[in-house]
């Protein structure tokens, strides 16, 4: 039987088990540019399977959140040389996560720029912005301009660059985050999207956009070391989409005929989609985790590898495993405080919790200075 602690071979990768470092946006990162504690952190965590970068900007309008990297110029792909170099020395694999955040931010933290979207529909959600005098403060996101139809393609370019950027860069692949309600989500959703265009209106236009962004990432990196990230159903920033399993069937079945590198998913309990499994599992608490929508509705349309995220354990991820449902598993919030959680896990070690007044800002602190485990 296959462990979560042994090797998998991701097409023509082989991870040194099935661990995903998820990817996590942490705010370190002031200047746009990957710096030093970024390539200590990573690299502290590279006995990880798969590292997932945080959510990467490819251009300074798509910058959702304060002090997060982007992959636009020169200067910051070598800062993420360093990055991955730093994981290779280690012995590890990563991937760059590629986060266009389309009406997600606010202009306070993207150089000043309008938020561009599928059309002009202001999420009703709030994002932490930097004032110039230092002070962080709660907003409300602002309203965003609709794309124009030519335009959709130079947002395509710019993903495009990016991942060109990130091959030099060094990156084992690249994954598209289509998924917590960023511009790839906005498309695909019925409430952000109400396009007429070619990119809205049915079920086949509001994927074209995503499906198009995967190729011009194929373009670069391949389908062998292109992922993608998803998350049907979800509600988190401001998402509410009638019509989840029409345009995921179509989505899923289309990418399955891709044949990309993997198709990672998050979960989460505040789905729309709860079925009669996940409502016992949420109440329960210890239901096995591929019960939760919408683990076999992805496992029916896709074949390859299947990255699954979302409130696992070493036990679940087994089960999950076992079960057939997923082939990779994600830890985020438990990489933040478990630089070591592969060692952890084999040696049935204790797990550390992170401080949660230190996820996202400051520097080294909360950042690079949890131990390994003593001994
Ligand atoms: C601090 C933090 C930042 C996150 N940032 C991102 C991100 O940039 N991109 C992304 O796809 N998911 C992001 N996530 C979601 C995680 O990748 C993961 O899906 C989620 O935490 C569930 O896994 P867990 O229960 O093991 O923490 C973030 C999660 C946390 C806790």
Redesign the pocket.
């Known amino acids: 039987m296959a462990s979560v602690l042994e090797p998998f071979d991701l097409g023509p990768i082989r991870l040194n088990n099935r661990l995903v470092m ?5 705010a370190r990162c002031p200047t746009g540019t990957p710096n030093a504690i970024m390539a200590e952190y990573y690299a502290q965590r590279a006995s990880a399977g798969l590292i ?1 970068t ?2 990467v900007w490819p251009e300074i309008n798509a910058q959702g959140y304060f002090s ?1 990297p982007g992959i636009e110029n020169d200067e910051q792909t070598a800062g993420w040389k360093a990055v991955t170099d730093a994981v290779h020395a280690r012995g590890g694999k990563i991937f760059m ?1 590629l ?1 266009h955040c389309g009406r997600v931010g606010d202009p306070v933290n993207n150089g000043g720029h309008q938020l561009v979207a599928p059309s002009a529909v202001q999420a009703d959600f709030q994002i932490l912005t930097v004032g110039d005098d230092g002070n962080v403060q709660l907003v409300r996101m602002a309203m965003p301009r609709a794309l124009e139809t030519d335009e959709v393609d130079g947002v395509l370019d710019g993903l495009e660059r990016a991942a060109v950027n990130a091959k030099a860069a060094g990156f084992d692949g690249i994954e598209l ?1 289509a ?2 309600g960023y511009l790839p989500m906005q498309f695909l959703s019925t409430n952000t999207n109400q396009r007429d265009d070619k990119w809205g209106g049915t079920p086949e236009k509001r994927t074209r956009f995503t499906i198009e962004a995967m190729e011009r990432l194929f373009n670069v990196f391949g389908p062998e070391r292109t992922g993608i ?1 998803i998350a049907p159903g979800i509600l988190y920033n401001d998402i509410n989409d009638a019509e989840v399993e029409p345009t995921y069937d179509l989505l899923v079945r289309k990418l399955d005929a891709m044949k990309p590198a993997y198709l990672h998913f ?1 979960t ?1 309990l505040s789905y729309q989609h709860l079925n009669e499994f996940s409502t016992v599992a949420s109440t329960e608490g210890q239901v096995e985790v591929w019960h939760h929508w919408p683990y076999q509705f992805l496992r029916d349309r896709f074949t390859g590898p299947i990255i699954a ?4 354990t070493l036990d679940l991820a087994q089960k999950t495993l076992d079960a057939g449902m997923a082939d990779l598993f ?7 405080s478990n630089p070591d959680l592969f060692e952890r896990f084999k040696a049935g070690a204790d797990l550390a919790d992170p401080n949660q007044m230190t ?2 800002g400051g520097a080294e602190a909360g950042y690079t200075d949890y131990p390994a485990m003593a001994g």
């Not at 998820?22 to 942490?26: E, F, S, Y």
């Not at 995220?309 to 696992?312: A, P, Q, V």
């Not at 994600?330 to 933040?336: K, L, N, Q, T």
């Open positions: 998820g990817p996590m946006t942490r997932l945080e959510g997060t996560q986060m985050h998924a917590s990230k998050q989460s995220s979302g409130d696992l994600v830890f985020g919030r438990r990489y933040i996820i996202y």
